[in-house]
């Protein structure tokens, strides 16, 4: 029983001893006088979303040139959708006519005259599909480029905070000193422990 408590109380000094160190790497350091655009942001962004946009989300609040970049890509994003959707809902309601009038066909139990309205439809079809061939070839290249632009915007996200995130760890240098210290101390303790009878 004596043992026990003497173990224990050894244990419990060595533990408050190490928790009032001052050389703890995260407490008292230059990061606390250093101030960032996007500091809040990497002290609060620990469990939340992505961190890149996050801080790009600082710099942005704080830079008239990404704030006008942003609007751009947004506003061209917006009018992509617009100008595809248009085309793309007449094309989409003509290929659904074709579906639903070749389903028709189905029901007709003549065979001569099904398959010649089915001649009609098919011709009407690839009439129509040549008709739209270059529109659908350029709606390819508008979401081609629209991806594009997504990965460049993306790249250009994380390029843009690296910097940031060099700041914060320059300003967090991690020193071995405490770790060392706090080994050394349970080190002392485990030596205690084999010495004990």
Same mark, same amino acid.
Do not use: D, Y
């Given at each position: 029983m004596k043992k026990i408590l003497i173990t224990s109380?050894?244990?419990l000094f060595i533990i408050s001893c190490s928790k009032k160190s001052d050389d703890n790497p995260l407490e008292n350091n230059a990061v606390d006088n250093v101030e960032s655009s996007v500091s809040n942001s990497l002290k609060s962004t620990r469990s939340k979303g992505n961190m890149v946009l996050e801080i790009y989300s600082? &710099?942005?609040k704080n830079d008239k040139n990404l704030q006008s970049l942003e609007q751009k890509i947004e506003d061209l994003n917006k009018e992509t959708n617009i100008v595809i959707s248009e085309y793309e809902s007449v094309i989409n309601k003509s290929n659904t006519y074709y579906n /639903?009038?070749? /389903?028709?066909t189905r029901s007709i139990t003549d065979s001569l005259m099904k398959k010649e309205i089915e001649r009609e439809i098919k011709f009407s079809s690839e009439k129509y599909d040549l008709k739209t061939q270059k529109i659908k070839d350029l709606i390819i290249k508008?979401?081609?480029n629209k991806s594009i632009i997504e990965n460049q915007h993306t790249i250009f996200k994380i390029k843009k905070t690296l910097p940031e995130i060099e700041k914060y760890q320059n300003a967090h240098p991690l020193k071995m000193d405490?770790?060392?210290n706090f080994i050394n101390k349970q080190n002392q &303790? &485990?030596?205690e422990l084999k010495n004990l009878k």
């Open positions: 109380t050894l244990f600082e &710099l942005v /639903h009038a070749e /389903h028709l508008i979401n081609q405490s770790l060392n &303790l &485990l030596n």
